[in-house]
């Protein structure tokens, strides 16, 4: 039983530091292009 609580508790570790890295480029340019943005005439 503690096998397999350790084996999900490694996954779930795993999981969310492969979603943080996968999300922080496009949340990046969310917040970065407005103030490019900024101080262009369209």
């Known amino acids: 039983?503690?096998?397999a609580?350790?084996?999900a508790q490694a996954a779930k570790v795993e999981f969310l530091?492969?979603?943080s890295h996968e999300i922080r480029p496009p949340m990046n340019?969310?917040?970065i292009i407005?103030?490019?943005w900024k101080d262009?005439?369209?």
Do not use: H, S
Request: proline share 6%; charged share 15%.
């Open 17 to 19: 530091a492969n979603m």
């Open 1 to 3: 039983m503690e096998d």
């Open 5 to 7: 609580i350790a084996i």
């Open 40 to 42: 262009r005439v369209l």
């Open 34 to 36: 407005p103030y490019y």
């Open 29 to 31: 340019l969310i917040v």
